[in-house]
């Protein structure tokens, strides 16, 4: 618990971080810019995740957990993921997300 | 004090975050990134989760944005800048981004939380032993099926960055 | 008293040779397959001869007492209801025991004469593995204690008869026959079906012994009259009867027998000729003190004349055939009408010698046309066709068999001392005490099958030399051996005192010939044998000059009374052709319509929305997350 900050400021701080990662999401043309934004969205969640649990069940470590475990997940998905973006660049020499619509109708 | 500290650390978590997803360089972009996640170890440190902030520093900021610029470095110039959006899109995502935050924040705010005042000391060595234990609460088989998942992660990526040069071969 | 136990083996020592077959599937040699096929057989003879002896021996015969039903083994197979159980069971009495016996023996001589026949077939081991099940289905019909298991078996023979005549599934004409056979056979079954669901709704059980006592619940009833002045029971036999008249082949459901000649031949002589197509009368038999009693006899009324008129019809029509074993198919139609008519006329007197009349002949009958079978068998194999205007003048060549097919033939029309002689005799004198007709059709009948087994006789082994492509030779002595046996108990059989041992109250009766009726159905088998004799023992012109001035009463003949050709139109002009154009046009343009309607519009709609799905993640992304949005509104703001 940080002394005199309340949990809503917290988790205000989590909500702005999170809609400006789908804001980067939604508008970037890039892979890599995408997964940065992806980033930024997991963090945001984590550190709901950590307040929740520091403000709310003290005694518990669930949410802490949670966090180390989003972290772990989120590192495993940037390594694939690059290792895909990595390949992709070798197939088609480009890693905008416009060039890669395969699966388009 | 410390919430003076809050704020700033909350000011430039959001200043980063905003020049992340804006910058049309994406060297520049990734290290952003990096001190929002810095940012986030630091509040981390401050709510008393030394271990959390560790894992954040050593994981994110150590590995995964460095596996980020050497993706970038593989794929681009570093003076790469990025194309736009078109500007209808941008102007959704803006529009929904901000939408998403008004009625977030209104849930939180209008949200009476429980107040919970006894505070006790994060100790790392219960978070150890309830992290590996297997009784209530215990986290052991997340904990294992995160190393499995990890080991398999590491295999495939290998498997898919080393690509179709074993047929050339 | 004996311990029995051992009747369990008889059906299973097929049963297990039809698994060892089936389950090696043509990977086993033919040798090995024919040697386990007959090794297995040779033990259930041995065993039901044996069980024959010491039932019946264990009276030491001379005393008026009854032969015991016994049931050495009973269980229940599927508990359905707690009244009504279905059970499997083993029920021996006079008439399961000497059925026992005729299907063991004659299955024996089959599987033993194959040996030679299907020599070099392919499919041999098959074929083995058929007749295997085909023995066990027959001999768990003939055993079951209960009419349920008597419907299981039944549909089993039904369908090992389906797979023996579709032998040949290369032949198209084959594979008609065998589903000619096994729908005709089908569409009585479910007559039976329902003929057993309604006996055993209202009797309470399906056990023979409980559904034959006379204090049981069938018999100590008077049931009232339901429909058509007959009481439910009465149309309950009735349709049991359809049943048995489907799978004996008597008229009107006569019509698959002559086309399952298609079978390889042993296979006729086993199923069309001793075995399956007795099932009918064995059925009627089974349930005779029912059939007797319900309606004062009302049921068996019908069950002679049918049995009268396919006996006629089935004489008439074979008359005309020219193709050898289609005369003995309709003369085994005749045949078991005969026997039918004799259980018909069987309610009058308290020993019901009609009765023991049927069964005896059921028991001649079955010797003497399976010799003729495989003795057809044997020409066919020597010539390799069935054709009699091939065939002539064969009695130099294939001496055994001549002589046999003779005794045979003789057996057939009624000639002493052969056994056929004595069982038809006591069929007539039954006849004669019950009703003027149908001792009249049955005297004629007599004549007419003299006649048309010797015009066979005649024009198989007299007659004009033909020229033949190769001399021709009889087989081995896995096939002169079963002929000489069968010969033999045809010759003897008539002696067995056979009321002594089969009759309908479990009684022995001692039956005397009355040498005046004797005489006279002697007198009308020689006028036919001499008749014949004379039109075919050599080459003439007669016989279809004789044909030609019959005109269409000949044409009705060759045509088998147009029987064949109004199912045809029943089942194609009415039911095909106008019925199912109906139902067609309705699937076609209604159902497949809708469907088709159906098809169009999914099609038609998702190209008109499929731009929606561009391929980038971020649009739809935006829409998720759009859709999120909405709902936590529409959650935040509802109340």
Redesign the interface.
């Known amino acids: 618990m940080i002394e005199g900050v309340s949990i809503q400021e917290i988790m205000a701080v989590s909500v702005i971080l999170f809609f400006i990662g789908v804001y980067g999401f939604l508008t970037r043309r890039n892979l890599i810019s995408i997964l940065i934004s992806l980033d930024l969205l997991l963090n945001a969640v984590a550190l709901n995740m950590a307040a929740i649990n520091r403000y709310l069940h003290p005694d518990n470590f669930q949410g802490h957990f949670f966090a180390v475990f989003i972290i772990a997940v989120a590192a495993a998905e940037v390594a694939v993921a690059i290792a895909i973006i990595v390949d992709l660049y070798r197939l088609i020499h480009s890693v905008d997300v416009e060039e890669v619509d395969k699966l388009k109708y | 004090?410390?919430?003076l500290l809050?704020y700033l650390i909350?000011a430039s978590?959001?200043g980063f975050?905003?020049l992340?997803?804006?910058s049309r360089r994406?060297l520049r972009?990734?290290v952003y990134?990096f001190f929002?996640?810095a940012g986030?170890a630091a509040?981390?440190f401050?709510?008393?989760?030394n271990?959390?902030a560790a894992?954040?520093l050593v994981?994110?900021a150590g590995?995964?944005v460095v596996?980020?610029v050497?993706?970038?470095l593989?794929?681009?110039g570093i003076d790469h800048r990025?194309?736009?959006?078109p500007a209808g899109?941008?102007l959704?995502?803006?529009a929904?981004?901000?939408?998403?935050?008004g009625?977030?924040?209104?849930?939180?705010?209008s949200y009476d939380?429980?107040k919970?005042l006894?505070?006790?000391e994060v100790e790392m060595s219960?978070?150890g032993q309830?992290?590996l234990s297997t009784g209530k609460?215990g986290?052991l088989l997340?904990f294992e099926v995160?190393s499995i998942?990890?080991l398999a992660?590491?295999v495939?990526?290998?498997v898919?960055?080393k690509?179709r040069k074993m047929k050339n071969s | 008293m004996t311990n029995f136990d051992y009747a369990l083996w008889i059906p299973l020592l097929p049963f297990l040779s039809f698994l060892i077959l089936g389950l090696s599937a043509n990977k086993i040699k033919a040798r090995a397959a024919g040697l386990t096929g007959v090794l297995s057989l040779v033990l259930a003879t041995a065993l039901s001869l044996l069980l024959a002896w010491s039932y019946f021996g264990a009276h030491g015969g001379g005393h008026e007492q009854a032969y015991a039903a016994l049931q050495p083994l009973k269980w229940v197979w599927l508990r359905f209801t707690d009244t009504l159980p279905f059970e499997m069971g083993i029920l021996l009495d006079p008439l399961s025991v000497m059925m026992l016996v005729v299907v063991t023996l004659v299955s024996l001589m089959v599987h033993i004469y194959s040996l030679g026949y299907m020599k070099g077939e392919r499919g041999f081991a098959r074929y083995y593995a058929f007749l295997s099940l085909f023995t066990f289905a027959m001999l768990g019909l003939v055993l079951a204690n209960n009419i349920f298991q008597t419907y299981f078996f039944w549909e089993l023979v039904g369908v090992s008869s389906f797979l023996l005549i579709g032998f040949y599934y290369d032949r198209p004409s084959a594979v008609a026959a065998a589903k000619k056979a096994f729908i005709v056979t089908r569409f009585a079954d479910l007559g039976f079906l329902i003929g057993i669901l309604i006996l055993s709704y209202y009797a309470g059980t399906f056990d023979f012994a409980q559904l034959n006592a006379p204090d049981g619940p069938v018999l100590s009833k008077d049931w009232a009259p339901v429909f058509g002045g007959h009481s439910l029971m009465f149309w309950a036999l009735l349709l049991i009867f359809m049943g048995a008249a489907g799978k004996s082949a008597m008229f009107p459901l006569h019509i698959w027998l002559p086309d399952a000649m298609e079978g390889p031949t042993p296979v006729s002589a086993l199923i069309h000729a001793a075995t399956m197509v007795v099932a009918g009368v064995y059925l009627v038999a089974r349930l005779f003190p029912v059939y007797e009693l319900v309606d004062y006899g009302a049921a068996l009324q019908v069950v002679a004349w049918v049995g009268a008129i396919s006996a006629l019809l089935a004489a008439i029509m074979a008359m005309v055939q020219m193709d050898i074993k289609r005369v003995l198919a309709y003369s085994t139609m005749s045949q078991i009408g005969y026997m039918m008519l004799a259980l018909g006329v069987s309610d009058g007197g308290a020993d019901a010698l009609g009765y023991t009349a049927s069964l005896f002949h059921l028991f001649t009958h079955a010797f003497f046309k399976s010799l003729l079978f495989l003795g057809a068998g044997m020409i066919i194999h020597a010539l390799h066709t069935n054709d009699l205007r091939e065939m002539g003048n064969l009695r130099k060549h294939l001496p055994w068999t001549h002589w046999t097919f003779l005794i045979a033939c003789l057996a057939i029309s009624g000639i002493p001392p052969f056994s056929g002689f004595f069982s038809k005799d006591e069929i007539l004198a039954a006849a004669r005490e019950n009703h003027f007709w149908i001792f009249a059709i049955g005297y004629f009948v007599a004549g007419l099958t003299a006649f048309y087994m010797f015009r066979l006789y005649f024009t198989i082994f007299w007659g004009r030399e033909r020229q033949y492509s190769h001399k021709p030779h009889e087989g081995g002595w896995n096939m002169k051996l079963p002929l000489a046996f069968l010969a033999l108990i045809t010759l003897v059989a008539g002696f067995i005192p056979f009321g002594e041992f089969v009759s309908a109250d479990g009684l022995p009766h001692h039956s005397a010939l009355d040498w005046k009726l004797a005489g006279s159905s002697i007198g009308i088998a020689l006028i036919g044998i001499l008749a014949a004799m004379y039109l075919y023992s050599e080459y003439k012109q007669l016989p279809s000059q004789i044909a030609r001035s019959l005109g269409p009463l000949y044409r009705l003949v060759e045509r088998k009374f147009y029987i064949d050709d109004i199912y045809a139109f029943v089942a194609k002009r009415i039911m095909i052709d106008t019925i199912g154009a109906g139902v067609a046009w309705f699937d076609r343009h209604i159902v497949d319509g809708t469907m088709n309607l159906i098809g169009r519009t999914t099609l038609r709609l998702s190209s008109a929305i499929k731009g929606v799905q561009s391929g980038q993640v971020q649009h739809y992304a935006l829409a998720f997350l759009g859709g999120a949005l909405a709902l936590a509104v529409f959650f935040f703001f509802r109340s």
């Open positions: 004090m410390e919430r809050f909350a978590l959001i975050g905003l992340t997803v804006t994406i972009a990734a990134l929002v996640l986030m509040l981390y401050l709510m008393g989760y271990f959390l894992v954040q994981v994110y590995g995964v596996l980020i050497f993706a970038i593989l794929t681009h990025l194309r736009l959006a899109q941008m959704a995502a803006l929904l981004s901000l939408a998403g935050i009625v977030s924040l209104f849930a939180i705010f939380f429980p919970v006894r505070e006790p219960a978070i309830q992290l609460n986290y997340p995160i998942l990890l992660v590491m495939g990526a290998i898919i960055a690509g």
